[in-house]
């Protein structure tokens, strides 16, 4: 495991339909981020778990998104009706937290989602 | 609100010029500013600092942090084409979370 995978790296969907990403952590790492990147902008937090609690959620993570991490290994962040204004670069990023030392987070190649 | 600032937001430069690149930060509950790299794809890690004064290194590469002032600084010497990237800059909270906020980024164009 060379690191954080992604998938799809890419998808194209119309308008209202649902979509669903995956991220693969490093192996070894319990906390997982998921960001969202739009073109010109830093990434921006939309949840976090460490192992399989999903302990932060943004603002900005509308009733129509959702994310879970079933046995604390991969995860997947749905987007339920997509509207164009979903269209982004969905980024996961993964680190290891133990014994009070906190790990830098290694992002993943990230989803370019495209809503028509 | 909490908020990261940088600046320039796009630089052009020539191989062998010397870049420095801005960050400065109003955050509450601060625990450590990074700096990352983007070229086409996701960040990759450069530098994560957490007391003042103290300067890292990687090559040509160095950042310095100033908590003060609330600023960092990311210096580039000898510039190549290779460094052509989006140069990030993200504050973490002292949170349980570590969950951390990103600036905007500054595009830097190195020309041959």
């Known amino acids: 495991d060379t690191g954080v995978s992604q998938n799809p790296r890419h998808k194209i969907t119309k308008r209202g339909q649902n979509v669903t990403f995956r991220c693969d952590p490093i192996?070894?790492?319990?906390?997982l981020y998921w960001y969202r990147q739009t073109l010109g902008q830093g990434p921006e937090f939309l949840t976090y778990f460490q192992n399989e609690a999903q302990l932060e959620k943004s603002r900005l993570l509308s009733d129509r998104f959702s994310a879970e991490r079933p046995k604390g290994s991969f995860s997947t962040l749905e987007i339920q009706r997509t509207e164009q204004g979903d269209s982004a670069m969905y980024l996961c990023?993964?680190?290891?937290?133990?014994?009070?030392?906190?790990?830098?987070?290694?992002f993943g190649p990230g989803t370019r989602l495209l809503v028509l | 609100e909490d908020k990261v600032v940088q600046s320039p937001l796009s630089l052009v430069v020539h191989e062998g010029d010397t870049v420095t690149l801005n960050c400065s930060y109003e955050v509450t509950n601060f625990r450590s500013l990074l700096w990352y790299k983007q070229e086409k794809k996701a960040p990759t890690f450069l530098f994560m600092l957490t007391s003042s004064g103290i300067e890292k290194k990687s090559g040509r590469l160095s950042s310095i942090l100033d908590k003060k002032e609330l600023f960092s600084i990311l210096n580039i010497t000898a510039t190549q084409t290779g460094d052509s990237a989006i140069y990030l800059c993200?504050?973490?909270?002292?949170?349980?979370?570590?969950?951390?906020?990103f600036g905007d980024g500054t595009t830097l164009t190195v020309k041959p």
């Open positions: 993200a504050v973490e909270f002292n949170t349980n979370a570590g969950k951390s906020t």
């Open positions: 990023a993964s680190s290891f937290s133990g014994s009070g030392a906190r790990g830098t987070q290694y």
């Open positions: 192996s070894e790492h319990n906390r």
